[in-house]
């Protein structure tokens, strides 16, 4: 393992998760110019080849954020680490799933919790309940401080959106409810709610598209 | 649906939002449009920053160690990791000692060089092989965007074909049209054209309805007007020659509301073997029996 590799590791295993693996790599492009970390890209082809150091490696990038939204969705922490477990078994199971020309690794990983967190929601029949504790949540919910440009460019993103959106396209992602189900939930006609989904995302993908890293 | 509609659904469709008969048209489209399927895959994309702007949080140990414990089995088919992967220091350091020994052994000999060799041609090859990899799928989603393109470039020549030869007919029909009135019109301004009003009732079902008959030799224009036809009714004249065979002259097409020229025909014999003139009142394609009407006749020529 090199030495930039090392301190890497020690970034993402310390707590500091992506966050700190974006910092570390926004300190190697302003220092060296060029960037020698592991990208997401060639973990997946290490773990293609059955190394399973890659595959820690890319727990320790993501598993914080992957736990953040199983919690999230699922409003309990150990079924949401169930999830974490079950989403990178699966992806040393089959890592050909991953297309790098159809997205990020980041977006693999995280759209593969939510959908098995949403498929648990929607299994143990208790969406009513975790509907309303996510929007109680919502009120509540306390982000971290933005840590480089990446964050920053995000937190724009979802702050620049109209309330209404932004609370509309969270209920959907968080609690995996349908348009209909948001209409009737909102007490909004369901044009209202296709609206909101069609111009939220439209801003977040226009905002957004391009920035993911490393 | 126009595309664009189709357009709209994809950003409720990567959240799993959408639902009813949006989704089944959705589902139904995307596997034949790479425009849309690219279109998801960015929504995906972006819907991905909404968790990420969660504070992240990590999960115990006992989960990470429950995850290599599960892939390090005898069906995860690990192997040890390469110098890019992350590991515990202790794993680290049994490596090390590890990489020593057989370093103090390669000392005496070429078996673990040529070992480390072996493994970075390998590396090398996989690398290559990925690269490979990728520039195909960037093949395939281009060829896909080609074919797609192609499909609607021959849709719209096809669109185009099929509409010059609706036009094409369109034109033959009017000009033909343009050709009976304009022999309509030399017949009524012909001075030897004779004008035979047909207007005897024969049956109440003539209501106020009137012919004219334009005749020169073996031609006949057929102007009608004031008659209530329903749409599947029509008028036919036939002619009495001799005064006992009954000929069908033809049948009033096309008669609109309030009357107009309705027919130009040629007399089934000789001109001068007319007797009477007769209107009857069929069905939309005429009387099955050329040689006598079957619905009831209602106004014949004086």
């Not at chain 2, 021959?154 to 185009?160: F, N, P, R």
Request: aromatic fraction near 4%; charge should be neutral.
């Amino acid at each position: 393992m090199s030495a930039l590799a090392v301190i890497d590791e020690r970034l993402l295993t310390r707590g500091h998760g992506l966050a700190g693996h974006r910092r570390f790599v926004r300190v190697l492009r302003s220092t060296r110019g060029a960037v020698t970390t592991i990208s997401d890209a060639e973990l997946m082809a290490r773990i293609a080849r059955r190394d399973e150091g890659a595959l820690s490696t890319l727990y320790d990038r993501y598993a914080g954020a992957t736990l953040a939204l199983a919690e999230r969705v699922l409003g309990d922490r150990a079924e949401g680490e169930d999830v974490v477990q079950e989403v990178f078994v699966r992806v040393w199971e089959d890592p050909t799933r991953y297309s790098e020309a159809r997205g990020s690794v980041a977006a693999f990983v995280l759209s593969a919790a939510r959908n098995r967190a949403i498929d648990r929601l929607r299994r143990r029949g208790a969406r009513e309940r975790a509907t309303e504790r996510a929007s109680e949540r919502l009120a509540k919910v306390s982000l971290p401080e933005p840590v480089d440009d990446t964050d920053k460019r995000v937190r724009r993103a979802l702050d620049g959106l109209p309330e209404d959106q932004r609370r509309t396209i969270e209920m959907a992602y968080f609690d995996g409810l349908t348009q209909t189900e948001l209409a009737q939930r909102l007490k909004q006609p369901l044009g209202t709610i296709k609206s909101r989904i069609r111009l939220g995302m439209g801003k977040l993908r226009d905002a957004l598209l391009g920035v993911m890293e490393p | 649906v126009s595309h664009a509609e189709f357009e709209d659904l994809c950003a409720a469709f990567a959240l799993r939002a959408l639902d009813g008969p949006d989704l089944e048209k959705l589902r139904a489209h995307l596997p034949t449009c790479s425009a849309c399927r690219q279109r998801v895959a960015e929504f995906e994309e972006s819907s991905t920053w909404v968790a990420l702007g969660l504070a992240p949080v990590q999960p115990s140990a006992d989960v990470k160690s429950a995850v290599m414990k599960r892939i390090s089995g005898p069906h995860g088919q690990a192997r040890p990791a390469s110098g890019g992967g992350a590991l515990s220091p202790l794993a680290a350091i049994a490596i090390a000692v590890a990489t020593l020994a057989l370093g103090a052994a390669a000392a005496a000999g070429w078996l673990y060089l040529d070992a480390a060799g072996d493994v970075r041609r390998l590396e090398a090859e996989a690398a290559a092989l990925q690269a490979d990899k990728a520039a195909l799928e960037l093949k395939a989603m281009t060829v896909d965007v080609v074919r797609e393109d192609l499909r609607r470039a021959k849709q719209a020549l096809a669109d185009a074909q099929a509409h010059g030869a609706q036009a094409e007919a369109d034109l033959a029909a009017a000009q033909a049209e343009l050709e009976r009135l304009r022999r309509i019109e030399a017949l009524l301004q012909d001075l030897d054209t004779q004008i035979i009003p047909i207007t005897k009732k024969l049956d109440e079902r003539a209501g106020d309805g009137q012919v004219r008959l334009l005749w020169r030799g073996a031609e006949l224009a057929l102007v009608g007007e004031g008659f209530a036809l329903r749409p599947d009714q029509t008028l036919q004249l036939w002619t009495t020659l001799d005064g006992k065979a009954v000929t069908s002259a033809g049948l009033f097409k096309d008669l609109r509301p309030g009357g107009g020229v309705v027919g130009l025909h040629t007399l089934p014999g000789p001109p001068g073997d007319v007797a009477a003139f007769i209107i009857s009142l069929e069905d939309a394609d005429g009387s099955p029996d050329p040689h006598a009407p079957v619905g009831p006749a209602i106004l014949i020529s004086e």
